[in-house]
């Protein structure tokens, strides 16, 4: 019985904790870019369009070479932005092109 119990409030106060932990990663779009280039130095380095039946999101990879850190965003077509990771040493890898005057 113990053990139920134990179990259910864990669940429950985690339950509980989710939802403020979610709005702290997520906000509008303008706010969290802001956010990013004046705290970390973060520009936008690359980004898509996903697809998905439901809705479509924009992802967005935003890096500082002065820091190196990064900042993996999505952003719903409502301007909402959320955080979905976050990190450092960042390192941006260009196409790979060949040098001029090398064979093909």
């Known amino acids: ?3 139920r119990l134990l179990g259910i409030s864990i669940i429950f106060g985690m339950a509980a904790t ?3 932990a979610l709005s ?3 906000g509008d779009r ?3 870019i ?6 970390y130095s973060e520009q936008l380095t690359s ?7 439901s ?5 967005e990879i935003w890096s500082s070479e002065e820091t190196g850190t990064f900042t993996v965003l999505m952003t719903q077509p409502n301007g909402i932005s959320c955080i ?5 040493d960042y390192f941006g890898i260009g196409p790979n092109k060949k040098p001029k005057g090398s064979a093909s």
Request: proline share 9%.
């Open 55 to 59: 809705k479509n999101s924009v992802v």
């Open 47 to 53: 980004g898509g369009l996903q697809t998905a039946p």
């Open 1 to 3: 019985m113990f053990k």
């Open 84 to 88: 979905v990771a976050v990190g450092t």
């Open 34 to 39: 802001h956010q990013l280039e004046s705290q």
């Open 24 to 26: 702290a990663t997520c």
């Open 18 to 20: 989710a939802p403020p």
């Open 30 to 32: 303008g706010d969290v």
